[in-house]
C-alpha cells in the first residue's frame, strides 16, 4: 500500500489510473518518443489525449514520473547523445536536428542535464562505445540516459547557491 505524503490528497500510484486513461497518455508519450524534434506544448499533447491539459500534466507526471516537458527534454538529449556517438554531424546540426531552436539554449541545457559540453561528451560516449564493443546498443544508451529527475531551472539554482542537494522542506 502507498501512503500518500504529498499532502494533496491524491494518491501517486500510477495502477490505480483509469486505464483508458492511461491507454491516452501512452498515446502521447508515444508521440513524443516518435516526434521528440517538434514541439509538443501540453495543449496539444493533451488533446493527442482527449482531456484537459491541467488534468493531462497531472496525470502524465503520475503515471510516468516526470512532467511532459521534462520527459521531452529527456528524449531531445538522449537523441542528441545518440547522434554524437553514431554520426560526424556538427553539433550545431545536431541542436536543430534534434528540435532546439537555438544553439545556446541546446548546449546551455545539455550541460544542466547531463554536466558536460556537447563535445566532451562526444569524445567520451565515442570512446566508451569503443570499450564496450559487443554490448547491445539499447544497453549502452540506457546506461547513457540523462538523469533529469530535476527540473533544468532548479539545477541552475543549486549550482548558484553552491549546493548540489534540493532544499529540504521543514515537516510539520
Known amino acids: 500500500m502507498l501512503l500518500d505524503c504529498s499532502g494533496d490528497g491524491m494518491n501517486r500510484d500510477p495502477a490505480n489510473q483509469d486505464p483508458e486513461l492511461l491507454r ?4 502521447a508519450k508515444d508521440r513524443i518518443d516518435a516526434a521528440s524534434h517538434e514541439e509538443w506544448p501540453v495543449g496539444r499533447l493533451a488533446q493527442v489525449s482527449g482531456v484537459s491539459e491541467a488534468h493531462f500534466a497531472r496525470s502524465f507526471k503520475q503515471a510516468f514520473g516526470s ?9 531531445r538529449i538522449e537523441r542528441a547523445i545518440t547522434l554524437l556517438r553514431e554520426t560526424d554531424l556538427s553539433i550545431t546540426d545536431i541542436a536543430f536536428d534534434t528540435g532546439w531552436a537555438s544553439l545556446g539554449t541546446f548546449g546551455r541545457t545539455f550541460r544542466d542535464i547531463t554536466g558536460d559540453s556537447p563535445s566532451a561528451v562526444r569524445a567520451r560516449v565515442r ?4 570499450e564496450l564493443g559487443r554490448v ?15 527540473a533544468v531551472s532548479e539545477k541552475r539554482r543549486q549550482a548558484t547557491s553552491g549546493t548540489n542537494e534540493p532544499e529540504q522542506q521543514e515537516i510539520q
Open 67 to 75: 512532467p511532459p516537458h521534462r520527459y521531452l527534454l529527456t528524449r
Open 136 to 150: 547491445p546498443v539499447c544497453i549502452v544508451s540506457a546506461a547513457h540516459r540523462p538523469d533529469l529527475t530535476t
Open 127 to 130: 570512446a566508451t562505445t569503443r
Open 24 to 27: 491516452r497518455l501512452l498515446r
